[in-house]
């Protein structure tokens, strides 16, 4: 074995726990997991290969690793909300707010850990999103403003921050799945 294969062999079995778990946490699907794993390892791989010099390995496998995921995102199709709102009244919540959602925190110790990592993974969810559609989501479900109410602050249309909305909760929705069924489970 030559020493750079050496040297990749080792990167990867010191890396790859951390790398999965971090990737695991952000991707629903344990094939897409395993396939975001791989391209990481091939990029790692062809990086060696070039005779490109890498300096920090672990913090560029991360970059990597969020860079896979986030390319992911953006080839899944979003797939239409089901029929839970009125369409014709844009001041109707969707579903409940996020609080009715949660665990209560004084339903025991194990509700109030499912509560602090549903709240975790919601927070890096919203980080993904983009600037607009974070702001519309947070200002309707966290502040509870209304969406006539931040089309007359912003001079958005109204249509335009639902839209927004809409695709923010279906980015939220996939995101979150995979923990949600993991706790629906216990």
């Known amino acids: 074995m ?3 294969d050496r040297r990749i062999a080792e990167t990867v079995e010191r890396e790859q726990g951390r790398l999965r778990n971090f990737i695991r946490k952000r991707v629903a699907d344990r094939g897409d997991v395993e396939d975001v794993l791989q ?3 091939f990029e790692l791989v062809e990086a060696y290969r070039l005779v490109k010099p890498i300096e920090e390995v672990g913090a560029w496998l991360f970059r990597v690793a969020r860079n896979r995921i986030i390319d992911r995102f953006r080839k899944k199709r979003p797939v239409p909300l089901p ?3 009125n369409r014709s009244d844009p001041e109707e919540g969707d579903v409940g707010s996020i609080e009715e959602l949660l665990p209560s925190p004084d339903a025991g110790p ?3 850990y499912a509560r602090a990592v549903l709240l975790d993974e919601l927070e890096a969810a919203l980080e993904e999103l ?3 559609q974070r702001f519309v989501f947070v200002a309707h479900e ?3 403003r209304s969406f006539r109410e931040l089309s007359s602050e912003t001079g958005v249309a109204v249509n335009t921050l639902l839209s927004r909305k809409h695709y923010a909760v279906l980015h939220l929705r996939r995101r979150l799945q995979r923990i949600y069924d993991e706790f629906k489970e216990k």
């Open 2 to 4: 030559s020493e750079q």
């Open 142 to 144: 966290v502040e509870g």
């Open 130 to 132: 983009p600037e607009e």
């Open 83 to 85: 029929p839970t709102r």
């Open 110 to 112: 194990e509700a109030a």
């Open 39 to 41: 391209d990481v390892f």
